[in-house]
């Protein structure tokens, strides 16, 4: 991991601790509730309610679900989460002005920031517009290439939008940079002969995250 230091990768070892026994619980009582049954079809109706046992495949599709369509949005500095159906069909783009913003009775517009031409596409930021490369990857599932919140993470202690960064130096990113042990070239090649999609996104991080540092080396550099 780029720039952590012990104290910052002991938080997160804590909070992954914390995460694997909540998981560990629900899935715990997942599997009572299925023994607590007993034996017999899952979907035999009995008093004209159906006994099916929700599988932990079920649970987890019910969770991303929940997590693909719930968004935090802010006003006046206080964040509300709000459940959008469909709203992942809305791409991301990192660069549009469009926002969402809740109406009184609940409901959520998305406002255009400009004039949108007709057939343009209608995207939002993801990630309240503070997420850099390792979030998107990590909630979205795709990586978000050319992320500007990455690079200010980078380099800067605290970036302007609240964002808590590494604030690396000419050397740390250098060193950064250093510690890939893959070329350019290597890359491409790899990523041409990847054998999944899950590993051509790995490495298609991997090169955007190379970038992103040499982005950020650049900026030292003038400074």
Sequence with gaps: MIGETEEKLQRLRTTLEGLNKNVGQARGAIDDSAGAAGPGPMDAPQDGHSS???SWEDFMWGV????????????????????????????????STNVLKPTRDGWVQIIAGKRLRPGQELCIVYADGTGNMDKILMEY???????????????????????????????????AL???????????AQLRGASSRFAQTAI??????????????????RA
């Design 52 to 54: 099916q046992i929700m």
């Design 64 to 95: 991303y679900q929940v997590e693909s369509r719930v968004f935090t949005i802010f006003e006046d500095g206080v964040g509300k989460k709000f459940a959008c159906p469909m709203i992942d069909m809305v791409n991301h783009d990192g660069k």
């Design 141 to 175: 599932g795709f990586v978000d290439e050319g992320n500007q919140n990455d690079v200010a993470q980078l380099i800067t202690k605290t970036t302007l939008s609240g964002q808590t960064g590494l604030g690396l130096d000419l050397a740390g990113v250098r060193a």
């Design 178 to 188: 250093d510690g890939f042990s893959t070329t350019d070239d290597e890359d491409l």
């Design 204 to 221: 298609r991080f991997r090169m955007a995250k190379k970038k992103s540092l040499r982005q950020a080396l650049r900026q030292l550099e």
